[in-house]
Every structure is written in structure tokens, then in C-alpha cells.
């Protein structure tokens, strides 16, 4: 739905900037939390958002590239925002999308399976977990084996 495509499009702007994928994760977690209080995601919506963000960020450095593939002499004004949305791209590297996605559906207040669940409680924390115990976590939920 448009929806879901235009919540993508912020999403891959507002988890920018973050230290880590793990923050951009928790930034993202918080806006559908938020988002769903207006109007509820499906879970079919929620399953593709990752999905949606990720080609949105892809489409946006592209765009900035061949920007600057037409006007090199401007180059640093038509980079800047590729930066950011490449290195948030590196942070997300492998992380896999039916786990996100179950992240997503947890944070919009589905049921879902406990590793999600315990990964949103993660990311309810008020401190910021250690960084080893976040790895681990990113590792046993996120990465494609």
C-alpha cells in the first residue's frame, strides 16, 4: 500500500545519523510504535517494510551518484545525503528481513514469536544496552547464516 511506502520513505531518513544499526534499528522500532497508534499495520505490511526502506535508501544513493555522474563539478553538494544512507545500508548489511520484520510486527502490537519480543524489550530499554549483549542478539536474530 502507499502506506507502508511512504512510512518506508521516512523511515530511511530518520534512522540515519545513528551510531549503529542497532540505534537506527530502535529509532525505526519506535516510529512504527508510534505510527500504529494512528492507524494499525498489517502484518503483511509490517513483514515488508525492511524491504521498502532498504530500496528506498538503494534509490536515494543511486539517484545521488548519477547526480554527480551529470555534474561533477558540484559533487559535494549532491553527495551529502548519500553518506548517510550508505553507511546506514553497511549498518543493515545481512540482517535478515523476515526477522526485522517480525520486530516490526511486534513494535505495531501484533503477537509474535519470543526472540522479537525480546528484542523489543531491548530496544524499550531506557539505557542503552552493552554493546556485546546487542551483537549477540543481532547475531542470533538478524543475520543471515
Known sequence: ???????????????????????AMKTAATVVR???????????????LFGCVLARLAQSVVKSAHSVQLDPANEEYLAVSARPGWDLLHQWEGWREDAVGELMMAAAGHPVERPAQLLLWLLDSEEEPEEAVVQEAVLQLFKSN
Do not use: D, K
Not at 508510534?34 to 515488508?48: F, I, K, N, T, V
Open 1 to 23: 500500500s502507499s502506506r507502508v511506502f511512504n512510512l518506508a520513505i521516512a523511515l530511511a531518513y530518520i534512522c540515519q545519523g545513528r551510531p549503529t544499526g542497532y540505534a
Open 34 to 48: 508510534g505510527y500504529s497508534m494512528a492507524g494499525q499495520l498489517s502484518r503483511c505490511e509490517c513483514q515488508c
